[in-house]
């Protein structure tokens, strides 16, 4: 809160962004009363759950993650080593970006609404796995972000790498049945089970307009959260036996 104008700058563009993404699905609802399946409040439902873990990352760890990949270009990343604790999990919570977690209510907000609209009535059970699904895709994400940006330990630059984070979670805000068209298999395989950008937002979606929980994709998205966690801990780790400190 140093610098105010700034924080209140990011957090309009933040939300003029995600205004964007709610009027590109009233536009198309305009001309359509459904896209596979889903109707106009039940794709917003499920592009508010996808901006909820957008916005936790955003809020929690993103200006961390790519602010690692310089401090290891740089020799900054020495700050780090040199305190007790765990390396990763500081490195990764030592910022916390106001912006983005006061839009994390927006996107509740969102989800809220789209599910008045809907009628629903859900649980507190199904409130309960719903959340923990959301974190469950906030992992996922962080995981993936994380292993872009360790891959600075063997190369120059991985800003690329970085950045293509943002075009995988354009197909987050798509519902899974619009993967079932020409590419079925090509666009299943990468983006649900390669890159599963698809399930944190679709699965915890589902459950809140079924009302039921589906036990296999529950069981898959928390799988998938295991392995793609365990693996950017595991390429962490794997790199900072090659980090040269800014001192050797």
Not at 17 to 24: E, F, K, S
Not at 37 to 54: A, D, E, P, R, T
């Amino acid at each position: 809160m140093m610098f105010r104008f700034d924080f209140l700058m990011w957090g309009l563009v933040e939300l003029f962004w995600m205004g964007v993404n709610v009027a590109l699905v009233s536009v198309i609802y305009q001309h359509t009363d459904s896209i596979a399946g889903w109707n106009k409040y039940q794709m917003l439902l499920l592009v508010g759950s996808s901006m909820i873990v957008q916005r936790l990352l955003m809020g929690f760890f993103w200006s961390n993650l790519f602010e690692l990949g310089r401090n290891i270009r740089s020799g900054h990343f020495d700050f780090f080593l040199a305190q007790p604790g765990n390396l990763m999990f500081m490195a990764s919570t030592r910022k916390v970006e106001l912006e983005g977690i006061l839009n994390v209510f927006v996107a509740i907000a969102i989800v809220v609404y789209a599910a008045g609209q809907l009628q629903l009535h859900p649980s507190a059970t199904t409130l309960a796995l719903y959340v923990f699904m959301i974190l469950c895709g906030l992992v996922i994400h962080y995981s993936i972000v994380a292993l872009s940006v360790s891959i600075t330990f063997w190369i120059i630059k991985s800003e690329g790498l970085e950045h293509s984070y943002f075009t995988l979670t354009e197909f987050s805000r798509l519902p899974r049945e619009a993967y079932r068209g020409l590419f079925k298999g090509a666009a299943s395989a990468v983006f649900v089970y390669a890159l599963p950008v698809v399930i944190v937002s679709n699965v915890p979606a589902s459950l809140l307009i079924e009302n039921a929980l589906n036990v296999t994709n529950a069981l898959w998205l928390l799988a998938v959260t295991v392995l793609w966690f365990a693996l950017a801990v595991f390429v962490f780790h794997r790199g900072l036996r090659r980090y040269s400190s800014a001192s050797s």
